[in-house]
């Protein structure tokens, strides 16, 4: 995610907010994978490589682009906060994502 004020009256304190929420949200996608991954290990009495799990900033997020989408979309579906104010009005709102995220 790209922090820039491109446009007049953007608020870097809301960019900040939503770029550190992303990675946030990314640890969660990852944590759930790894997961049920490790459960499926533990079911086919398979060793689980611990270490081979990156941290999510070190994760191309292109490749779960798709998954992200998702859960965007049923975020709004099921959550419905209203359309955000481009302010720090928002910041309640990107921290609410994350606890329904998890």
Same mark, same amino acid.
């Given at each position: 995610?790209?922090?820039?004020?491109?446009? &007049?009256?953007?608020?870097?304190?809301?960019?900040?907010?939503?770029? @550190?929420?992303?990675?946030?949200?990314?640890?969660? %996608?990852?944590?759930?994978? =790894?997961?049920?991954? @490790? =459960?499926?290990? /533990?079911?086919?009495?398979?060793?689980? @490589?611990?270490? =081979? #799990? !990156?941290?999510?900033?070190?994760?191309?997020?292109?490749?779960?682009?798709?998954?992200?989408?998702?859960?965007?979309? +049923? #975020? =709004?579906?099921?959550?419905? !906060?209203?359309?955000?104010? %481009?302010?720090? &009005?928002? %910041? !309640?709102?990107?921290? +609410? %994502?994350?606890? #329904? /995220?998890?």
């Amino acid at each position: 995610m790209i922090i820039c004020d491109q446009f &007049e009256g953007d608020s870097m304190l809301l960019a900040k907010k939503q770029h @550190e929420v992303y990675y946030d949200a990314l640890g969660i %996608l990852i944590g759930g994978c =790894r997961t049920h991954f @490790e =459960r499926a290990c /533990l079911i086919a009495g398979i060793a689980v @490589e611990q270490s =081979r #799990w !990156p941290a999510p900033t070190n994760i191309d997020h292109r490749t779960i682009q798709d998954a992200h989408d998702i859960l965007a979309g +049923a #975020w =709004r579906h099921q959550v419905r !906060p209203p359309e955000p104010m %481009l302010s720090s &009005e928002a %910041l !309640p709102r990107l921290d +609410a %994502l994350s606890d #329904w /995220l998890q």
